[in-house]
């Protein structure tokens, strides 16, 4: 096992009514920027509640709205802006992943002299910002408690992500009864999302770290456990409930402190959003099977005989390739009973652009758990065509 700092700083209110707890932002000053997306937050009720909290609190609110999925530096500018001008003293994010990193990144450039996309593209000049907090609306991404953020400049077709400790959020509302207004769509997309991180993680070289494998199999089995549930009840409090624990444990770092290596399906993924716009879920569920399929080798067999064996629970007596493939099939078929794409033309995306986004993914991917250069990537991305 790796060394390790272990830091998850964030401090969760999780359950039915917690968003109370927002009284206590005012132990970081009276003037809030509250963030948030296209407007879910109004069609639940959530942002009336919110600003009853804020106002009953004696604190003055400033409103960053309209924040996109695959949120954009134009937002983060404008909120940066009005983090200056206004004085603000916390920055309060309300809604998804798109909300959330948004905030973090306008917390940040609050405190930066400089143009917010500098620290987009180089996550070591992030060295201080604003207190963050969140109001989490829909379980995928995690980031209510760790300390990345992605951020798109269509302009450039870029999409990157970014982060640093101040990133982490001071503290975090998770409420999974708001998210059950979340479409089929982003709920199968969100356990994807939840599953890719688990999965990321899970697939490492480092010998020893069987807590974390042990820990990460469990969060793959309640994905598989409940994401169908969710999908058919979309108001059952369990199935929600865990949902959203497993998203935000996917990603705070319980299951990578010891056991690091650097993501490959990721960055493959974030090229797609940042030339065609997908959902990030969607994404991953084309790639992540196909990814399987490519790195899987008798250097790796091993690794995915035990996911076969302790997540999908195939019998561990039958030959270890066997077992590989049949957990490989298991994902693929998990990912189309939970209605999400299984082909990148599913989601309208052809060969055009496939040799562009492949050489800009493997910038990333060269120390993943199996090394990937440019030309893998391009045959990835050939296989989900
Ligand atoms: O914008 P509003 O109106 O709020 O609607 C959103 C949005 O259209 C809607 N939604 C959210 N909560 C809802 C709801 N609709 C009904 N009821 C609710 N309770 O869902 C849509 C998608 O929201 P978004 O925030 O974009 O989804 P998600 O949470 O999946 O976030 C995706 C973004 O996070 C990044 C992704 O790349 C993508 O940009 N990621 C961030 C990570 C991190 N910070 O650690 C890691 C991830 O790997 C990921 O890359
Ligand atoms: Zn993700």
Not at 19 to 44: A, D, H
Not at 90 to 98: H, I, K, N, P, T
Not at 282 to 289: E, K, M, S, V, Y
Not at 300 to 314: C, S
Request: glycine share 8%; with cysteine; hydrophobic share 40%.
């Amino acid at each position: 096992m790796q060394n390790f700092d272990y830091s998850i700083p964030t401090k969760v209110y999780f359950g039915k009514g917690q968003v109370e707890k927002l009284s206590l932002l005012s132990q970081f000053g009276s003037r809030v920027l509250l963030c948030y997306g296209g407007g879910s937050i109004k069609k639940t009720g959530l942002y009336d509640t919110v600003l009853q909290i804020l106002k009953q609190n004696q604190m003055s609110v400033f409103e960053l709205s309209g924040i996109d999925p695959n949120p954009r530096i134009e937002s983060v500018r404008q909120g940066a802006q009005m983090c200056r001008e206004h004085n603000i003293d916390v920055v309060l994010a309300v809604g998804g992943g798109s909300v959330i990193d948004c905030a973090k990144v306008v917390a940040a450039a609050a405190k930066y002299e400089g143009d917010a996309w500098d620290l987009v593209v180089d996550g070591s000049k992030i060295q201080d910002a604003l207190p963050i907090a969140t109001v989490l609306t829909l379980a995928a991404t995690g980031s209510e408690m760790d300390q990345f953020a992605v951020i798109s400049d269509m302009t450039l077709n870029e999409k990157l992500g970014t982060g640093g400790e101040c990133l982490k959020p001071a503290m975090s509302v998770l409420d999974p009864t708001y998210t059950y207004t979340v479409s089929k769509k982003m709920t199968a997309a969100g356990v994807a999302d939840t599953m890719s991180h688990t999965i990321e993680t899970y697939f490492h070289n480092e010998p020893g770290g069987y807590v974390q494998c042990r820990f990460a199999e469990g969060l793959l089995r309640t994905c598989i456990e409940y994401g169908p549930i969710a999908l058919e009840q979309p108001d059952n409090y369990e199935a929600r409930a865990n949902l959203m624990w497993a998203s935000s444990m996917a990603i705070n770092n319980i299951i990578r402190y010891g056991v690091f290596v650097p993501w490959g399906v990721h960055p493959m993924e974030h090229e797609l959003s940042a030339f065609y716009d997908i959902t990030h879920g969607d994404g991953l569920a084309i790639l992540t099977p196909f990814w399987m399929e490519y790195v899987l080798s008798e250097k790796t067999v091993q690794k995915f005989y035990e996911y076969g064996v302790n997540v999908w629970g195939i019998d561990k007596n039958l030959d270890k390739m066997e077992v590989a493939r049949e957990a490989i099939a298991q994902t693929k078929a998990f990912f189309a009973k939970m209605g999400l794409p299984k082909t990148l033309s599913d989601v309208g995306i052809g060969e055009e652009k496939l040799e562009i986004m492949a050489q800009k993914a493997a910038t990333k991917t060269a120390g993943c758990f199996v090394p990937l250069n440019a030309q893998d990537v391009l045959n990835i991305y050939k296989m989900a065509l």
